[in-house]
T-cell receptor, first 117, second 114 residues
Framework: AQKITQTQPGMFVQEKEAVTLDCTYD???????LFWYKQPSSGEMIFLIY??????QNATEGRYSLNFQKARKSANLVISASQLGDSAMYFC??????????????FGAGTRLAVHP | GAGVSQSPSNKVTEKGKDVELRCDPI?????LYWYRQSLGQGLEFLIY????????KSGLPSDRFSAERTGGSVSTLTIQRTQQEDSAVYLC????????????FGPGTRLTVL
């Protein structure tokens, strides 16, 4: 069975500094996808970034980048130049591709990030 | 355009009562997903709809949980004879097609069973 592990329940970072949120995964599939979502206190899940297992380059979206190390089965999220608005829960997720041709997301337990001024 | 909407935003009920949670996906999205987020936990998959059919109900925790989708749009998640362990945030997501990577989430319904 697929599994996502986020070992950091909480992280602190100073405003304008970079922070790395850890994510490791376990799967026997050759084709898979990895996601990061942000969940602010309002509760909505906001899609941040996606990395496909066959993508050779690390995904980047503005201040977000995904440090994908396939052999180590890790997909860490790097947030550069942290802002106060980055304070939120961050979830790593894996796409479990089902035979019927759809995606089911498997989520980690999350990391709560607090950005200090 | 409008995003995924869910109602009610909050629901408090007594143990043993039935509840209905509603999800309005983004217009034109054929795939719809329900997830549950218990306190301090990540999300767990409940059920997936493609159009009106539910090919995957594997995540439903018990037979007290059921869901339907009509007209390929609105979905209702029903929990019968609610228990305290059903207290959680229930999130709905939709995607344009079933194979799409990005799922767009609604704001969730916070269910509290007393």
């Amino acid at each position: 069975a697929q599994k996502i592990t986020q070992t950091q329940p909480g992280m602190f970072v100073q405003e304008k500094e970079a922070v790395t949120l850890d994510c490791t995964y376990d799967t026997s599939d050759q084709s898979y996808g990895l996601f990061w979502y942000k969940q602010p206190s309002s509760g909505e899940m906001i899609f941040l970034i996606y990395q496909g297992s066959y993508d050779e380059q690390n995904a980047t979206e503005g201040r977000y980048s995904l440090n994908f190390q396939k052999a180590r089965k890790s997909a860490n999220l790097v947030i550069s130049a942290s802002q106060l608005g980055d304070s939120a829960m961050y979830f790593c997720a894996m796409r479990e591709y089902e035979t019927g041709g759809y995606n089911k997301l498997i989520f980690g337990a999350g990391t709560r990030l607090a950005v200090h001024p | 355009g409008a995003g995924v909407s869910q109602s009610p935003s909050n629901k408090v009920t007594e143990k043993g009562k039935d509840v209905e949670l509603r999800c309005d996906p983004i217009s034109g999205h054929t795939a719809l997903y329900w997830y549950r987020q218990s306190l301090g936990q990540g999300l767990e998959f409940l059920i997936y709809f493609q159009g009106n059919s539910a090919p995957d109900k594997s995540g439903l925790p018990s037979d007290r949980f059921s869901a339907e989708r009509t007209g390929g749009s609105v979905s209702t998640l029903t929990i019968q004879r609610t228990q305290q362990e059903d207290s959680a945030v229930y999130l709905c997501a939709s995607s344009l097609n079933s194979g799409d990577n990005e799922q767009f989430f609604g704001p969730g319904t916070r269910l509290t069973v007393l």
